[in-house]
Antibody
Framework: QLQLQESGPGLVKPSETLSLTCTVSGGSISSSNYYWGWIRQPPGKGLEWIGSFFYSGNTYYNPSLKSRVTISVDTSKNQFSLKLVSMTAADTAVYYC?????????????WGQGTLVTVSS | DIQMTQSPSSLSASVGDRVTITCRASQGISNYLAWYQQKPGKVPKLLIYAASTLQSGVPSRFSGSGSGTDFSLTISSLQPEDVATYYCQQYNNGPWTFGQGTKVEIK
């Protein structure tokens, strides 16, 4: 059974950089059939796609966040990471990692449990 | 970006009622639409993809329809465990975008 697990700090100071890691078990992030992505959800609000990557190195970012986001991958650890710079209170959210279909369709079928990140001094 | 607009924003219905949620895209997206269910405090769960294909393990009381710009999610007989917020997501063109959600409650 595929499982994803986010890890990282729960509290980040304004202007600092958020670094989160998603560890995947029960499947390989090097699969040619899937993208792997990050989605966030501010408290009490809806879902926002942050970005996705394909194991070969292609990355895709939401233009609204593109200037501040980097997604990287460590295939040896079956992990991928999110880096978001210049954090503000508006970035306070639950951050999810998820598997995303590739050729078949770009829906998100497996999600991590999510990690709440609060931006506060 | 393609904007996804859901209606209503919330609804209250009785157990056994037929419930329909609509999702409208700001431009045509063929059938590249997914629906998710998020129960309170839980992770979003994929219900339907390709507008009408039920994800494995999802009860058959859930169904989806539509193409182009107008889509719907129907629960044929509302159950207490269906209390949740439902989101649509388009995957026709990046950036992938979600509707604002429809909260379903039991009357």
């Amino acid at each position: 059974q595929l499982q994803l697990q986010e890890s990282g700090p729960g509290l980040v100071k304004p202007s600092e950089t958020l670094s989160l890691t998603c560890t995947v078990s029960g499947g390989s992030i090097s699969s040619s059939n899937y993208y792997w992505g990050w989605i966030r959800q501010p408290p009490g609000k809806g879902l926002e796609w942050i970005g996705s990557f394909f194991y070969s190195g292609n990355t895709y970012y939401n233009p609204s966040l593109k200037s501040r986001v980097t997604i990287s991958v460590d295939t040896s650890k079956n992990q991928f990471s999110l880096k978001l710079v210049s954090m503000t209170a508006a970035d306070t959210a639950v951050y999810y990692c998820a598997r995303q279909g590739r050729a078949s369709g770009h829906w998100f079928d497996y999600w991590g449990q999510g990690t709440l990140v609060t931006v506060s001094s | 970006d393609i904007q996804m607009t859901q209606s209503p924003s919330s609804l209250s219905a009785s157990v056994g009622d037929r419930v329909t949620i609509t999702c409208r895209a700001s431009q045509g997206i063929s059938n590249y639409l997914a629906w998710y269910q998020q129960k309170p405090g839980k992770v979003p769960k994929l219900l339907i993809y390709a507008a009408s294909t039920l994800q494995s393990g999802v009860p058959s009381r859930f169904s989806g329809s539509g193409s182009g710009t107008d889509f719907s999610l129907t629960i044929s007989s509302l159950q207490p465990e269906d209390v949740a917020t439902y989101y649509c997501q388009q995957y026709n063109n990046g950036p992938w975008t979600f509707g604002q959600g429809t909260k379903v409650e039991i009357k």
